[in-house]
């Protein structure tokens, strides 16, 4: 890089002095082949190169292919020892080498802002700068001590100056106004082709980016724990931007800070315990403003909060959900000006993504919670309906008792119970509340409490009916209702009296047949002026009297075919000399079987008097 002159030497001797740095063998003869000959050849010449040129320049559109064919270009006419091309950062406004033939490693790290060396000269004038001997041009940056000559020509691409190419020589007078001619020449041409080339490699690395944020996105919207999605987060943001430190702060809205949830140093993961406010800080201020808040250097901005002292550049990133920011992304860099409006970009298409991620799962995290908390009440609440039914057995001297409740959930509407009358008389109670599940269950309890209620005054089962009805019609809830059999059974002179409300007849088993009793009835709670019948059977040794809820004659197969009534006879009738227990064992084992892997589709219960 060098300094600058624009007068017009003699041509050239071969240079003597050669710099040992070059790559690809001796320099040649300073002259121009192109220009050497007959104007006509000379035309030719010049006409071919340029061909040769846009050919090049069109040829190809990866950046580091096209700076290296530019330099087999210019070597064809120009025989330089050392090239360059420098592309200019606009907004640090420093060029810095893209590609170079016979720099040191050192000299190819430098950054020349604009106006310092040839180089700069030349992108501040917008014109080339030929300078015949460096030693006297004061602003030329000594990279190569052997270093005389230098030309130095801007890339103009839009009227925006990208980048210097520049070549150099160990002669004095080495470059001409005619090197500098074809140089400017083709050096829009150049300008252009690299203009392409930088848009080709930003398309295809925003397509790449893409790509690999779709492929995130869609690995973080399947993970549903908080801190297995934070932790991802960290691993799978290293596959678009590089950082020394991230974190991830949510905010808590009931005490409007910025809660650290996630942190990663040097890729350990760390506990950070400082909240920040909301508004302060640059964190603060990207959640407050909801916009990426891009610190290149973190001491020169006020809103900046020290927490690491290594931190020299920030991205802060907001989390938004249905336009209501929930957290922040925190990049940090140990380089200055690391960050650039490209991660901006990326990062903001990444945290939508995110932040729905973190929705999801904290809302799962919370539906957790709660189905936790809903377990334990339905257990409590199994529990207490358990409870609610009978706990023993009556003792009967002349008929043997059994009865089996299963609800399809873990609580149901079902509900059975045997209450007391004077005289050795038992009433029987079946009931099947309407839907199942905890509100099911809470109407059973509700009847069950209305018939113990009712029971001290040992209505008939007709009154029962009629007296339950009416409560409940009192208390009348929406889609809400009992189907009931109540019987009453009179121990001394082994009769039984029915009345129903919607429940399925009861069986009778009789010296082995089996029969239905005709006792009928509207649901309780539905209709006030509903009225009931009872019919009264008069029992011998061995009769068995099943009632059964809708769940064991609603019961279906692979096929869907219901279990029906039909079946129902049939167990009865085979398990006729069972005990009660028994047979009431065999009605549910035979519904199991017919079901097979089906789901329970309804409360089952069965309740079985077997007279002795």
């Given at each position: 890089m060098s300094s600058s002159r624009t007068k017009s030497p003699a041509p050239a001797a071969p240079a003597e002095t050669k710099l040992q740095s070059v790559g690809n063998g001796a320099p040649k003869?300073?002259?121009?082949?192109?220009?050497?000959?007959?104007?006509?050849?000379?035309?030719?010449?010049?006409?071919?190169?340029?061909?040769?040129?846009?050919?090049?320049?069109?040829?190809?559109?990866?950046?580091?292919?096209?700076?290296?064919?530019?330099?087999?270009?210019?070597?064809?006419?120009?025989?330089?020892?050392?090239?360059?091309?420098?592309?200019?950062?606009?907004?640090?406004?420093?060029?810095?080498?893209?590609?170079?033939?016979?720099?040191?490693?050192?000299?190819?790290?430098?950054?020349?802002?604009?106006?310092?060396?040839?180089?700069?000269?030349?992108?501040?004038?917008?014109?080339?700068?030929?300078?015949?001997?460096?030693?006297?041009?004061?602003?030329?940056?000594?990279a190569h001590p052997l270093v005389r000559s230098e030309l130095a020509v801007p890339l103009i691409a839009k009227k925006r100056v990208i980048g210097v190419i520049d070549i150099q020589a160990s002669k004095e007078k080495y470059f001409t106004e005619e090197h500098n001619r074809i140089l400017t020449l083709v050096a829009s041409r150049i300008a252009a082709a690299i203009e392409n080339a930088r848009l080709y490699t930003r398309v295809a690395r925003q397509a790449q980016t893409l790509t690999v944020l779709n492929e995130i996105s869609r690995e973080l919207t399947s993970i549903l724990n908080v801190d297995q999605l934070f932790k991802r987060i960290g691993d799978l943001l290293t596959r678009v931007i590089e950082y020394q430190m991230f974190s991830i702060l949510l905010l808590d809205t009931e005490?409007?800070?910025?809660?650290?949830?996630?942190?990663?140093?040097?890729?350990?993961?760390?506990?950070?315990?400082h909240d920040i406010p909301l508004g302060r800080g640059l964190v603060g201020y990207a959640v407050q403003h909801q916009e990426a808040v891009l610190a290149p250097d973190v001491s020169r901005d006020p809103r900046y909060i020290q927490l690491n002292p290594e931190t020299r550049s920030e991205l802060c990133v907001p989390l938004i959900y249905k336009e209501r920011a929930i957290g922040v992304l925190d990049l940090e860099s140990t380089r200055r000006n690391y960050y650039n409006e490209d991660h901006v970009r990326t990062l903001t298409t990444l945290a939508g993504q995110i932040a729905i991620a973190v929705e999801n799962a904290r809302l799962y995290e919370r539906i957790a919670r709660e189905e936790q908390r809903l377990e334990r009440d339905l257990s409590m609440a199994r529990e207490i309906q358990?409870?609610?039914?009978?706990?023993?057995?009556?003792?009967?001297?002349?008929?043997?008792?059994?009865?089996?409740?299963?609800?399809?959930?873990?609580?149901?509407?079902?509900?059975?119970?045997?209450?007391?009358?004077?005289g050795e008389r038992v009433a029987f109670v079946l009931g099947d509340v309407s839907g199942k599940g905890a509100p099911a269950a809470l109407y059973a309890a509700l009847v069950s409490g209305l018939l113990r209620s009712t029971a001290s005054l040992e209505p008939h089962p007709a009154q029962m009916l009629s007296a339950i009805n009416l409560s409940l019609n009192e208390r009348r809830i929406e889609a809400q209702y009992v189907s009931l059999a109540y019987a009453i059974w009179d121990d001394d002179s082994r009769i039984m009296t029915f009345a129903n409300s919607g429940l399925p007849r009861p069986f009778l088993c009789k010296k082995g047949a089996v029969s239905r009793i005709e006792s009928t009835g509207l649901p309780l709670g539905l209709f006030e002026d509903a009225d009931y019948d009872e019919v009264t059977v008069r029992a011998e040794s061995g009769d068995i009297f099943v009632l059964v809820s809708d769940g064991i004659l609603d019961a279906f197969n692979a096929a869907g075919e219901q279990f029906g009534p039909k079946r129902?006879?049939?167990?009865?009738?085979?398990?006729?000399?069972?005990?009660?227990?028994?047979?009431?064992?065999?009605?549910?084992?035979?519904?199991?079987?017919?079901?097979?892997?089906?789901?329970?589709?309804?409360?089952?219960?069965?309740?079985?008097?077997?007279?002795?």
């Open positions: 003869q300073g002259s121009i082949s192109v220009t050497s000959g007959t104007a006509a050849d000379v035309s030719l010449r010049l006409e071919n190169f340029l061909i040769d040129v846009a050919d090049t320049l069109n040829s190809t559109l990866e950046m580091d292919k096209l700076l290296g064919r530019v330099a087999e270009l210019v070597r064809q006419i120009i025989d330089y020892e050392i090239f360059a091309i420098l592309l200019l950062n606009e907004r640090t406004q420093e060029l810095r080498i893209r590609f170079q033939i016979g720099h040191t490693a050192e000299t190819e790290r430098l950054k020349i802002k604009v106006g310092q060396g040839i180089t700069g000269m030349a992108v501040e004038r917008r014109s080339s700068v030929l300078v015949d001997d460096v030693r006297k041009e004061p602003r030329y940056i000594n005490r409007n800070m910025l809660v650290h949830r996630f942190s990663l140093r040097y890729q350990e993961n760390i506990h950070l315990k358990i409870r609610l039914l009978p706990q023993s057995l009556p003792q009967l001297k002349s008929a043997d008792l059994a009865a089996k409740f299963e609800p399809a959930l873990m609580i149901g509407g079902d509900m059975f119970d045997f209450l007391e009358y004077s129902v006879e049939e167990v009865i009738q085979q398990s006729c000399r069972l005990q009660a227990k028994e047979i009431v064992q065999a009605i549910f084992d035979a519904v199991d079987k017919y079901r097979g892997t089906r789901a329970t589709f309804d409360d089952e219960t069965v309740l079985a008097v077997k007279v002795k």
